[in-house]
């Protein structure tokens, strides 16, 4: 069978550009309706978001003109804030009176007691100073020395666990000369330094215990009463007969 194509090339170009022409046209149409769209959400967005805006405006405006009206503002505002921290300051609080349950139990037992003169406690570096004399000389610096090395603080921490630390890893004993005592007597003064762990004077520690050679100790962080055998005036120049 033969088959004769009447129809010319010319013509089947032009149909073939009318079909393509009106492709481009639908498709035009189509993504101006799309962008439109587009358009149209988008305008109705900003639209919600000034309204929003607006109305959030109003109700800043609206509660600050409540809050001036209030008399002394700021400074209910402020002690609204500093009562906001209470609980973080008391958190971290230093109980500095634990001190004085540390030198009663360091303090060896006669006749290698030492009298305290100057206590010296630096938060900072956690450090403490002691001056004082002591009767038996350098043989009491060194017993108290050894106490102090052989002391260990033990507490519960905020998760009720038990902890152990050692209330010194190293003690500087210096300045040391004789002397006399308000009575008279002949006494060795020295200076004795050592630093602390922060857990000693940690306000988190809870159930504090100091527990010397001797014995162990419980603080008591409101202590009233400092012995007065613990402390004494500062022992004098010897004079040379």
Do not use: C
């Amino acid at each position: 069978m033969i088959e004769i194509n009447l129809i010319p090339d010319v013509k089947r170009e032009y149909l073939h550009a009318q079909r393509m022409r009106n492709g481009v046209i639908s498709l035009s149409i189509l993504v101006s309706i799309i962008a439109g769209a587009a358009v149209a959400l988008l305008v109705v967005y900003v639209g919600t978001q000034s309204a929003r805006e607006w109305l959030t405006d109003n109700e800043i405006k609206d509660q600050y003109g409540k809050i001036s009206s209030v008399k002394d503002a700021n400074q209910i505002v402020t002690i609204q804030n500093q009562l906001a921290q209470l609980s973080s300051m008391h958190k971290d609080k230093s109980i500095d009176s634990r001190i004085f349950d540390v030198l009663s139990a360091i303090n060896p037992a006669a006749p290698n007691d030492v009298k305290m003169s100057t206590v010296s406690l630096d938060p900072s570096e956690t450090k403490l100073s002691i001056e004082g004399s002591a009767a038996n000389s350098f043989e009491a610096t060194d017993k108290l020395k050894k106490m102090i090395l052989n002391t260990k603080l033990s507490y519960t921490d905020g998760d009720n666990r038990v902890q152990t630390v050692k209330l010194a890893d190293d003690v500087t004993v210096s300045d040391t000369s004789y002397g006399e005592d308000a009575s008279g007597s002949k006494v060795l003064r020295f200076k004795l330094t050592f630093t602390y762990p922060k857990e000693l004077l940690a306000n988190s520690s809870k159930n504090l215990r100091i527990e010397a050679p001797t014995g162990s100790t419980n603080v008591t962080d409101s202590r009233l009463h400092v012995p007065d055998s613990l402390f004494t005036p500062k022992a004098t120049n010897k004079e040379k007969n």
